[in-house]
Structures are given as structure tokens and as C-alpha cells.
T-cell receptor
Framework: DQQVKQNSPSLSVQEGRISILNCDYTNSMFDYFLWYKKYPAEGPTFLISISSIKDKNEDGRFTVFLNKSAKHLSLHIVPSQPGDSAVYFC???????????FGGGTRLMVKP | KAGVTQTPRYLIKTRGQQVTLSCSPISGHRSVSWYQQTPGQGLQFLFEYFSETQRNKGNFPGRFSGRQFSNSRSEMNVSTLELGDSALYLCASQIAGALNEQFFGPGTRLTVL
């Protein structure tokens, strides 16, 4: 039973346009959410996070939105750049802070 | 500051064998977590060690085990390998506390034939 789901395995976007990556979760005990970016042959790197008490967090071109009632979060990248092409994972941290549950990942391809 | 290092980077084993993977955390980091990444499954949490003690464990069979040494380096062991154990095994470290400030290593790609 996957508690964190990324229903789109891949997404293709034109350079300069917006990329929207989605993530759904089922466990209402999740307290903190993170997005990671992964290039081939490298480990995931932290991108942006959001606490469950907020509904939006912005960092440069990256914005994460959290809709607690829908148990849904999304990552917006504006404008998208070819260097953003990677696999993006969303992750949820339990309220004890001792377990991180990841989604299956979405492969983003930004075309020049 | 050197990042998280994992050895070996690639490994090929046959069914029934056992394997040990190694992870050296960032200097000063005392928490080490292990994850298994398979296509479509994302990263699945194996276990986390802090100060040589396992603090938490994911839903994996007992064939998967780990330990942490006094210098914070960690090893994970998989015994009686199965074909389904083929995966990328990732190690992540952080200073302490909640698992929201982890730095990942590049992973060890294990192939079981």
C-alpha cells in the first residue's frame, strides 16, 4: 500500500513553460513534505520542503503547494529549463520525524 | 567537505549469495539511513542508525540488516540474495534529529543474477 503516490511517471515540457509535478498521500499523520531531484548516477538532492502548517513555500523558480484537505501537494517550476530534466521525488515525513516515505518519482523532460 | 560516499558503486552477485554495502557519511553526521530504489517503487526506507543504534526500520525481511560503527560509517548486509533484490541502494546522512535534512550518496547498483 503506497502511502505517497506520484501518478505521472513522466512529464514533458517546453523550455520556458511551467512544469507541474503532482503528489498524493494517504496518511494524515504526515507532518512535513519534501521534494528531491535526482540525476542519473547521482543520489537525490533536496530541492524544497513545506510544513503541514503552511500551504505554500517558494524558493526562486520552485514553489510547492500543499492542500491538506485533498492530501495533495504539487511542485511548480517556472520557467522550466533544460537543466531541470531529472527524476523528481516527493517525500513525506511522519510526525515523529523518524521515517521518510517516498513516492515513485516523476521523470521530467524539459525540451529546448 | 566531502559528500556521502558509498562503496562499491556497482556489484553483481548470484542468487543465494550475500552482500555487504558500505556507506561513509559526511564528517560530523551521526545519522545514516538506507533506502532501496527500484523502478516504479521509488525509494523505500530500509533502516536508520544513529550513534550505532538502529532507530527505525522499514518493512523489509530479516535478510536485510545493517550496523553502524563508532565513526558513524555504516554497512548494510543482504543475505540469501533473490532476483528481486536487484536495485539501487542509497545511503543518506545527516547531523542528527528528524530526517528532513538528509544528504544522499550516489548509491550502489546491485544486480542479482
Amino acid at each position: 500500500d503506497q502511502q505517497v503516490k506520484q501518478n505521472s511517471p513522466s512529464l514533458s515540457v517546453q523550455e520556458g513553460r511551467i512544469s507541474i509535478l503532482n503528489c498524493d498521500y494517504t496518511n494524515s499523520m504526515f507532518d512535513y513534505f519534501l521534494w528531491y531531484k535526482k540525476y542519473p548516477a547521482e543520489g537525490p538532492t533536496f530541492l524544497i520542503s513545506i510544513s503541514s502548517i503552511k500551504d505554500k513555500n517558494e524558493d526562486g523558480r520552485f514553489t510547492v503547494f500543499l492542500n491538506k484537505s485533498a492530501k495533495h501537494l504539487s511542485l511548480h517550476i517556472v520557467p522550466s529549463q533544460p537543466g531541470d530534466s531529472a527524476v523528481y521525488f516527493c517525500a513525506a515525513l511522519n510526525n515523529a520525524g523518524n521515517m521518510l516515505t517516498f513516492g515513485g518519482g516523476t521523470r521530467l523532460m524539459v525540451k529546448p | 567537505k566531502a559528500g556521502v560516499t558509498q562503496t562499491p558503486r556497482y556489484l553483481i552477485k548470484t542468487r543465494g549469495q550475500q552482500v555487504t554495502l558500505s556507506c561513509s557519511p559526511i564528517s560530523g553526521h551521526r545519522s545514516v539511513s538506507w533506502y532501496q530504489q527500484t523502478p516504479g517503487q521509488g525509494l523505500q526506507f530500509l533502516f536508520e542508525y544513529f550513534s550505532e543504534t538502529q532507530r527505525n526500520k522499514g518493512n523489509f525481511p530479516g535478510r536485510f540488516s545493517g550496523r553502524q560503527f563508532s565513526n558513524s560509517r555504516s554497512e548494510m548486509n543482504v543475505s540469501t540474495l533473490e532476483l528481486g533484490d536487484s536495485a539501487l541502494y542509497l545511503c543518506a546522512s545527516q547531523i542528527a534529529g528528524a530526517l528532513n535534512e538528509q544528504f544522499f550518496g550516489p548509491g550502489t547498483r546491485l544486480t542479482v543474477l
